[in-house]
């Protein structure tokens, strides 16, 4: 399984990215994928989340409202827009998956692939 994540980089507070993360090796449209970020000195967290096409979307507190994430099956890719960026979300951004459907999306530990991660710089 491969995660090939893109889109990050430099932008000023309230700003927007799109991040993407291209994935192979494994059947899309069936697993569930997740963002996370990782900010210095800070511990990886969940950022959102998506099961299989229908199953739902599942966002951090810290997001809602501002990121959205989905998915296209056919081009077995993820997305993230981030809109109205803030310094805090300045973070290294991983892309995750897991096989199955997963109930606890939000925890790291159920996803067993990730991606190498792309940087978010904002800005003040």
């Known amino acids: 399984v491969q995660l090939q994540a893109s889109g990050g980089g430099l932008v000023q507070a309230g700003g927007s990215l799109r991040l993407s993360c291209t994935a192979s090796?494994?059947?899309?449209?069936?697993?569930?994928m997740g963002w996370f970020r990782q900010a210095p000195g800070k511990e990886r967290e969940f950022v959102a989340g998506?099961?299989?096409?229908?199953?739902?979307?599942f966002y951090a507190d810290s997001v809602k409202g501002r990121f959205t994430i989905s998915r296209d099956n056919p081009k077995r890719t993820l997305y993230l827009q981030m809109n109205s960026l803030e310094p805090e979300d300045t973070a290294v951004y991983y892309c995750?998956?897991?096989?199955?459907?997963?109930?606890?999306?939000?925890?790291?530990?159920?996803?067993?692939?990730w991606g190498q991660g792309t940087q978010v710089t904002v800005s003040s």
């Open positions: 995750a998956a897991c096989r199955t459907l997963l109930l606890t999306v939000a925890s790291h530990r159920g996803y067993s692939h």
């Open positions: 090796g494994l059947t899309f449209r069936t697993s569930t």
């Open positions: 998506s099961r299989m096409s229908g199953s739902g979307t």
